[in-house]
């Protein structure tokens, strides 16, 4: 099955600046990968998403890239700001897998003033 | 929040009984879905269901049972041969196949005594 890993775990950065977090899959058939933020007791919520079909998606601050032959995506936030302290996940599934999200480890993003 | 509620927020069981949380949504969505999360942890799918009367196993099922006899209803029961059910629950809920996105509950943090 599908085996999606995480990097880094925990990732500090000074506002302003940017992180970047990344992801790799095993499943080659794997064709949506989206991105969610957790933050502290709460619900995960879908920030960025891509399908196999597109090569970089951005909203605002936020990108996400795909490179389907090496089986990598990322996650981009520039300009970072303190309310993007969080918990991120990537996951992925195949179209024949009924949504079934694999999901990575997570990051702790602390974004300092 | 999406139209998810689960119930309860916090949920305290005694070794060797079983709990059952709630999982309700309101949004006409076919697909739900309920997923463990450990600290450090991604998210862990438990059981998934697409229609009403049917579901399946997901990763780590051993010691939990479910039942979907209504469209907007997942119940997930925690029965005393799961070894360690100290975790937050989350329930999630997808519209269709055709749609991938899927939208978290508030989810129910269990402890055993």
């Known amino acids: 099955g599908e085996n999606v890993e995480q990097h880094p775990s925990t990732l500090s950065v000074q506002e302003g600046d940017s992180a970047v977090i990344k992801c790799t899959y095993s499943d080659s058939a794997s064709n949506y990968f989206p991105w969610y933020k957790q933050e502290l007791g709460k619900r995960p919520q879908l920030i960025i998403d891509i399908r196999s079909n597109v090569g970089e998606k951005k909203d605002q601050r936020i990108a996400v890239t795909l490179n389907k032959t090496a089986k990598h995506f990322s996650l981009h936030i520039t300009e970072t700001q303190p309310e993007d302290s969080a918990v991120y996940f990537c996951?992925?599934?195949?179209?024949?897998?009924?949504?079934?999200?694999?999901f990575g480890a997570g990051t702790q993003v602390v974004v300092t003033p | 929040d999406g139209g998810i509620t689960q119930s309860p927020k916090y949920l305290f069981r005694k070794e060797g009984q079983n709990v059952t949380l709630s999982c309700e949504q309101n949004?006409?969505?076919?697909?739900m879905y309920w997923y463990r999360q450990d600290p450090g942890q991604g998210l862990r799918l438990i059981y998934y269901?697409?229609?009403?009367?049917?579901?399946q196993k997901g990763d780590i099922a051993e010691g939990y049972s479910v039942s979907r006899e209504k469209k907007e209803s997942f119940p997930l029961t925690v029965t005393s041969a799961q070894k360690n059910p100290t975790a937050f629950y989350l329930c999630?809920?997808?519209?269709?196949?055709?749609?991938?996105?899927?939208?978290f509950g508030p989810g129910t943090r269990l402890t055993v005594l």
């Open positions: 996951a992925a599934n195949r179209a024949d897998s009924w949504g079934k999200l694999q």
């Open positions: 999630a809920s997808r519209a269709a196949a055709a749609r991938d996105e899927q939208f």
């Open positions: 269901s697409q229609i009403v009367n049917d579901f």
């Open positions: 949004l006409n969505h076919d697909a």
